[in-house]
């Protein structure tokens, strides 16, 4: 937990040290292209939570200033052994939906730096299977032991997106977002799921999540103050 | 400002993310057939039900003679099997069976206690017959003090109770 702690703050301040730097390329305004990220925080919930292993990866893309389409994918595999239970399931999901860059540069400010709200759709499926589970009872012989075949399991959520993405280099960002999550439909089973992939504690149908993320921009064009101001209207520049 | 405002979510994200609360376990002993005696006394038009407590309730699981004795009208059924049976001397009025026939269904707690077996009642009857009627009040089981059932005993045809 302190560990965590630790590296959360570590990440955070470095966001912090990098928000209000600027690219020192004056002519470039802002840079169109695809964001790739992945979620740091998937690899290190191995360390602290050692019954699940996910991986995230996120792909967004600028379609008007200050708006963006994004998608997530991912996986994840979680298993849960006491003396009741020996279980495990694993499965993926994705997200789409779209931010909105809350510092609302405008067509002349220069700087990456998004500090966003987003809304997202979400969709998961996996399959979940119970090897064994034990009932104990209050007789000494009457406990009961048993297993439940593989299911598969789905389910829809939306979830509202809150976060920042800073250009600690060229084309390299950092980002951290914390999400909530409504849980719209799923499809049930005798036992809900451990952790549903994307969505978290299958037991809650409204959840938390916090991502940090490293994100590379792929270049595909460059807006410089030239094509803005040809794009623009005499007066407003 | 703006800074500042980040600096404080990203504080909010990393309590966000750390808190989690655990599960509680209740034993499979606390889902319980849990039983009231009521007295009845019908004089002409008259019947006034009471509830009653006897100077002392014996029971016993047939099937498990080693098990502990219940020394109160608590029963833990058993989930291996549709019926409990059990032995029983209210009062010190010699040793009767109680049949208890239920249905079983499977239900999941949390990933902490596993599953459980829930007890709906189906029918309750003694042999020899030792009161008057048996009610079933509640058919679920529950892990919480509500009676289940009830046996109404007549004043006049059974006054040794």
């Known amino acids: 937990m302190f560990t965590r702690k630790i590296a959360g703050f570590t990440l955070t301040a470095i966001l912090l040290l990098n928000i209000n730097h600027s690219i020192a390329q004056d002519s470039i305004q802002w840079v169109r292209g695809v964001r790739i990220g992945c979620d740091l925080t998937r690899f290190a919930l191995y360390e602290f939570q050692p019954d699940r292993k996910a991986m995230e990866f996120s792909f967004d893309t600028e379609f008007k200033r200050n708006k963006f389409v994004t998608a997530e994918i991912g996986m994840e595999q979680s298993k849960n052994e006491n003396n009741r239970l020996s279980y495990k399931s694993s499965g993926f999901y994705g997200r789409v939906g779209v931010d909105f860059n809350i510092l609302k540069k405008d067509k002349l400010e220069k700087g990456r730096d998004v500090v966003f709200v987003g809304f997202r759709y979400g969709y998961y499926n996996m399959t979940q299977q119970t090897d064994a589970y034990v009932i104990p009872s209050y007789y000494s012989t009457d406990t009961l032991r048993g297993s439940y075949s593989s299911k598969n399991l789905y389910g829809h959520w939306v979830e509202v997106a809150f976060g920042l993405k800073v250009e600690v280099l060229q084309n390299l960002f950092l980002g951290a977002s914390m999400r909530g999550r409504v849980l719209l439909f799923s499809k049930k089973d005798l036992n809900y799921p451990y952790y549903a992939p994307g969505f978290g504690k299958g037991a809650n149908s409204t959840n938390f999540g916090v991502n940090y993320s490293i994100y590379y921009q792929i270049p595909l064009s460059k807006v410089t103050a030239k094509k803005v101001a040809k794009r623009l209207p005499p007066q407003t520049i | ?161």
């Open chain 2, 1 to 161: 400002m703006r800074i500042i405002l980040i600096y404080c979510i990203s504080i909010v994200f990393l309590f966000v993310a750390c808190n989690t609360i655990p599960d509680t376990c209740k034993e499979q002993s606390a889902w319980q057939l849990r039983i009231g005696f009521k007295k009845v006394k019908i004089a002409g038009n008259l019947k006034t039900v009471k509830d009653s407590t006897f100077r002392s309730f014996i029971a016993q699981y047939i099937s498990h003679p080693d098990t502990n004795v219940f020394k109160t009208p608590s029963l833990p059924l058993a989930q291996g099997s549709d019926t409990s049976i059990f032995s029983i001397d209210i009062n010190k009025n010699g040793i009767q069976k109680l049949y208890v026939v239920y249905k079983r269904d499977r239900t999941f707690e949390n990933y902490t206690c596993g599953f459980r077996t829930n007890f709906t009642l189906d029918t309750i009857y003694t042999i020899p017959k030792i009161c008057d009627s048996i009610i079933i009040v509640q058919p679920n089981i529950t892990d919480v003090y509500q009676e289940n059932c009830r046996f109404y005993f007549n004043s006049d045809t059974t006054a040794q109770y």
